[in-house]
Nanobody, 120 residues
Framework: QVQLVESGGGLVQAGRSLRLSCTVS????????MGWYRQAPGKQRELVAD???????NYVDSVKGRFTISRDNAKNSVYLQMNSLKPEDTAVYYC??????????????WGQGTQVTVSS
């Protein structure tokens, strides 16, 4: 059974930093890609950033230059370093992993979500 465990959310003032972590456990062949999504109240869930197994990254325009996604393949973990946070970054952040298995088709898994609140 595949599980995603997130950590690192919280309440911070604008301009400060937070680091989110997500670790995937279970019988996994490979995870590609891994990413972070967010959902603010009244809005649709959006992709914040994702990263391939080989390290290629992709960011939504609103976080470019402020957020950095990274991963540790040996630990099946993905991280999101969020700097210069803005009130508009306030949302529930979800880890996503597309898990590749040896004998069955790939499947997307989601973390439980972690709240990030940025005060002005």
């Amino acid at each position: 059974q595949v599980q995603l465990v997130e950590s690192g959310g919280g309440l911070v003032q604008a301009g400060r930093s937070l680091r989110l972590s997500c670790t995937v456990s279970g019988s996994i062949f490979r995870i590609n890609p891994m990413g972070w999504y967010r959902q603010a109240p009244g809005k649709q869930r959006e992709l914040v950033a994702d990263i391939t197994y080989g390290g290629t990254t992709n960011y939504v325009d609103s976080v470019k230059g402020r957020f950095t996604i990274s991963r540790d393949n040996a630990k099946n973990s993905v991280y999101l370093q969020m700097n210069s946070l803005k009130p508009e970054d306030t949302a529930v952040y979800y880890c996503n992993a597309r898990v590749l298995f040896a004998t069955i088709p790939p499947r997307d898994y989601w973390g439980q979500g972690t709240q990030v609140t940025v005060s002005s």
